[in-house]
């Protein structure tokens, strides 16, 4: 909704998106992860290596996107499908893998909007390979880059989203996707 | 006997994860979809005695494909493994017929409890 309702990303609509991916990363993959200070953004251009993006609709609609580099994505599919070898390249199990990791991030975030009163339903996740790609949002969209360090570097987390059209009518809530 | 499951995921890893989880606790894995019409089909065909099924999935929901696989057979046991922890998720897919929820990520012993609970007793 454009104009002076349209209410900005605040903290805890971040934080229903850190503490899943905190948790998740943790629980899933074995990986600690710590945020870093949120960073507003007008748009990315400067692409990981893969970027793994899921739509969220409701009362909010926007987008989710996150960002690995080579490295951290291939060590993250090795902890998810095989601790026992080296994942030497960006193949068809690294895009399964980090989709499905995303899809759990933002379905527990789901929830997590969901107490704060927000109802929200997500798409299945898109995913691009490779770095000469530059990401534009809708200019009503508010842009906010959260980055989670881990000790093989960094997964940036962006939340693009705005409020927009009346909330879901309760039918629509109570049968998801 | 063993018991025999059908695992339904879009995701290969994640139907691989299922996979290794089940067969290490003793259920045979008769089969895996990677799409709600593929899992009625083998349904139709394996009749497992419970099958494991993902909610989101690209075409058809997972709560669709539970819909039409409780339409051939009342009495199948479908225990639903999905990333949405909103409490009205599994409200909705207890309405439809699902025997259990359990949210992504899982660990090994919440898997069991609810094999334990909708399936029988003596996993884990």
Not at chain 1, 9 to 30: R, W, Y
Not at chain 1, 53 to 62: E, L, V
Request: proline share 6%; with cysteine; hydrophobic share 45%.
């Amino acid at each position: 909704m454009a104009g002076q309702s349209r209410p900005s990303i605040s903290n805890a609509h971040l934080n229903a998106f850190v503490q899943p991916a905190i948790h998740v990363l943790a629980t899933m993959v074995g990986i600690a992860a710590q945020a870093g200070p949120p960073r507003k953004h007008s748009a990315i251009t400067d692409a990981e290596a893969v970027t793994v993006m899921i739509g969220i609709k409701g009362d909010y609609t926007g987008t989710i996107l996150f960002r690995f580099s080579e490295r951290l994505a291939c060590r993250i599919v090795k902890n998810l499908i095989s601790p026992d070898r080296e994942i030497e390249e960006l193949n068809s199990d690294v895009q399964d893998a980090l989709g499905e990791l995303a899809n759990v991030i933002v379905g527990n975030a789901t929830g997590h909007l969901d107490a704060l009163g927000i109802q929200a339903l997500m798409t299945p996740p898109i995913i691009t390979m490779g770095t000469n790609v530059k990401f534009v949002f809708p200019e009503t969209d508010e842009l906010v880059v959260v980055p989670l360090a881990t000790q093989d570097g960094e997964i940036e987390m962006n939340v693009a989203f705005a409020m927009q059209g009346p909330p879901m009518a309760d039918d629509e809530r109570r049968h998801p996707r | 006997m063993k018991k025999r499951a059908l695992v339904v995921d879009d995701s290969g890893m994640m139907r691989q994860m299922i996979r290794t989880l089940l067969e290490k606790n003793g259920v045979e894995v008769v089969g895996a979809a990677e799409n709600g019409k593929q899992a009625v089909e083998l349904y139709t065909e394996l009749k497992p005695d419970f099958v494991t099924m993902d909610m989101i999935m690209p075409q058809q929901s997972g709560l669709q494909t539970l819909k039409q696989i409780r339409q051939q057979d009342p009495r199948a046991v479908v225990i639903m493994i999905s990333s949405l922890s909103a409490e009205d998720s599994a409200a909705v897919c207890t309405e439809v017929g699902a025997s259990g929820y359990i949210v992504k990520p899982f660990t090994e012993e919440q898997v069991l409890a609810v094999l334990n609970e909708v399936v029988g007793p003596g996993f884990g």
